[in-house]
């Protein structure tokens, strides 16, 4: 049985599991040997692929498998992506401290972290998606966006992520960016939504997992606990992240004429609850003509869906 590795690159950590080929089309196979740790950001920029490489063979020790029978991969990674020496390097916010600078905090003055390359010396397979693109394909195979030809995917955690699939193609663009909204400009007045990529006003720069403490007392889960518990003040921020989110939401939807946009990340689904509904209101009776009838779910593979996302990649 041929292993295959997932790997899911986030701002705030990386995946790496290993799995079977599926043996049900209607199911993924169950993910084996899973290590996760905090997302490397210090040292020299290639620490992120040797911390993966380094990942991947603690997983396959794990198993019981030679490392180098594992030739096939998929990762599904934050972005965007740039094309340098051959293959995908990162210029993620949330990991390069060298795009915004030292007002963002980060350990490291990186502008790109070299990935495919690296990679590649590793594996015979190998493909790498933006972490939305390849959760929308994971959506659409075995999770809410199934049978659909018009939907999105959104995770809201650490960043915000979209993959758009429009007439039953997926959208990837000239880099494969395709889906970055969250970098799409909705303030020129809030001094405190300093994005990682260095735009001011953006919204994840407003609304993303770690723009919150900066712009509010306390974190996202905080602060949404006690809105779910019916604090008045927290409810009132709460409101307000729904208000920038929505409006994002509500201008995919009628951009790309969409059926329905399927919600992960770990902002949004430790309280879905809260948020859910308060989104929904975003797009409903706002130009019924394009917004009637459209559907904001949670994700069909819930928390697991990072893991699954790199799975649909190779599998």
């Given amino acids: 049985m ?167 193609r997926v959208l990837r663009g000239k880099n494969g960016n395709a889906g970055h909204a969250g970098h799409s400009f909705v303030s020129d007045t809030d001094l405190h939504a300093l994005c990682g990529c260095g735009n001011l006003g953006d919204v994840e720069g407003l609304v993303a997992g770690n723009a919150v403490a900066r712009r509010f007392e306390g974190d996202a889960a905080a602060l949404l606990a006690s809105a779910s518990a019916g604090d008045a003040a927290a409810l009132a921020q709460a409101d307000e992240l729904c208000r920038v989110m929505g409006r994002m939401l509500y201008n995919l939807t009628v951009t790309l004429d969409l059926q329905r946009i399927s919600l992960g990340g770990s902002v949004f689904w430790h309280h879905r609850a809260l948020l859910l509904p308060r989104l929904q209101a975003q797009l409903d009776d706002r130009l019924p003509a394009l917004t009637a009838g459209v559907e904001l779910v949670p994700a069909g593979l819930g928390e697991r869906v990072g893991d699954y996302a790199a799975l649909a990649l190779v599998d």
């Fill in 2 to 168: 041929t292993l295959r590795a997932c790997i899911d690159i986030g701002g705030t950590k990386v995946a790496v599991s290993l799995a079977p080929p599926a043996t049900d089309a209607a199911r993924p196979p169950e993910l084996q040997a899973r290590r996760a740790e905090p997302t490397a950001k210090t040292g020299d920029s290639g620490a992120l692929a040797r911390q993966i490489l380094r990942l991947l063979d603690e997983a396959c020790a794990q198993a019981g498998v030679a490392p180098a029978d594992v030739t096939r991969a998929g990762v599904s990674s934050c972005g965007p992506f740039v094309l340098r020496a051959g293959g995908v390097e990162l210029a993620t916010p949330n990991i390069c401290g060298g795009l915004a600078g030292p007002a963002r905090g980060l350990p490291n003055d990186w502008t790109h972290v070299p990935l495919e390359v690296p990679l590649r010396q590793r594996f015979a397979h190998l493909r790498v998606e933006n972490d939305g693109v390849a959760a929308l394909e994971a959506e659409r195979r075995w999770g809410a966006l199934q049978g659909l030809d018009h939907c999105a995917y959104v995770t809201w955690s650490t960043g915000v992520g979209v993959g758009l699939c429009v007439d039953g």
